[in-house]
């Protein structure tokens, strides 16, 4: 008897590119593999249409296409949760880099079939009368002011993924510079941190933005935030460290991380983000961070 091909639901970015990100290319490729493809783009990203025979939903697109599928499962209660296996079309592709995912197509696609299920946490916000997730990472300080500047600068003239990372570590390295330290205080699993910090962040997997890999050892599937904290009297070493980052030396992230699964943080600023998305907070906040342990499944090589 003919085995059944499995049936892939691939949620596109359409905006991805030409070529071998266009949706006609990826289908073939998944068809080749196997499998049959239904198509959506991420756009419409209407989960109900989802067949209940899918066996997995595909996602192609960067960091964002793949936070915006989640949370819209997670809108849904899970109710199409499906194994997921990412297509790392983006410019910097955090997500896919932390889960040791191919970018190359092929071999990507040709992994799935004996693929490991990888168990992925997600983290819960709640604070300022609002619940929110993340699944990057959920910030403060220097990083979210980045963020800011960013999408207030005219970048059009930058053409190359390359370029958009040179001209974003020279303006990490500016704020870094002369970012104002804020007071905080942070409740780690009972342990208590409280100071001025110029950063923050509750990582989730190892790396944000222009690739600045904050955690070598993070694990989205371990069952721990690695939180990250530069103080203000850690100014000179944030500075060396992004300044080697924009001279291409390749250096390691000179904080170490401390793993917690639950957090209270208080934050005198007004820079806060959640994964790529800027917070509007109107000065001090306080946020309970909780872990969601093993909520999603991410199909990986091993």
């Not at 990472?137 to 930058?158: P, Q, V, Y």
């Amino acid at each position: 008897m003919k085995k059944t091909a499995r049936l892939v639901h691939l949620i596109h970015n359409p905006n991805a590119g030409e070529g071998e990100y266009s949706k006609d290319h990826i289908i073939s490729l998944i068809e080749e593999h196997g499998y049959k493809c239904a198509y959506s783009t991420s756009k419409e990203l209407m989960l109900e249409r989802i067949d209940p025979a899918t066996d997995f939903i595909a996602i192609a697109g960067g960091d964002g296409t793949i936070r915006r599928t989640i949370m819209n499962l997670l809108d849904q209660k899970l109710k199409y949760k499906r194994p997921i296996a990412l297509l790392p079309f983006g410019t910097a592709n955090n997500i896919a880099t932390s889960l040791g995912i191919p970018q190359n197509n092929v071999s990507n696609i040709s992994s799935w079939t004996n693929g490991h299920l990888k168990k992925y946490d997600v983290g819960q916000i709640t604070g300022n009368a609002k619940t929110a997730y993340f699944i990057e990472a959920f910030g403060f300080g220097i990083f979210t002011r980045l963020m800011n500047d960013l999408k207030e600068t005219d970048t059009s003239g930058i053409k190359t993924p390359e370029q958009e990372f040179a001209f974003a570590l020279k303006e990490a390295l500016r704020i870094a510079q002369t970012y104002e330290p804020v007071s905080y205080n942070l409740n780690m699993d009972g342990q208590q941190l409280t100071g001025r910090a110029l950063w923050i962040e509750v990582m989730n997997i190892s790396s944000l933005g222009p690739r600045l890999t904050l955690s070598l050892d993070a694990d989205p599937g371990d069952g721990y935030f690695d939180v990250v904290v530069v103080n203000e009297e850690e100014r000179p070493q944030l500075e060396k460290y992004i300044s080697d980052k924009c001279a291409s030396k390749n250096p390691v992230f000179p904080f170490k991380s401390i793993r917690a699964k639950k957090l209270q943080v208080e934050w005198a600023g007004k820079d806060v983000h959640i994964d790529d998305e800027i917070f509007e907070a109107s000065g001090p906040a306080k946020f309970d961070v909780f872990l969601l342990d093993s909520l999603i499944e991410i199909v990986t090589a091993h």
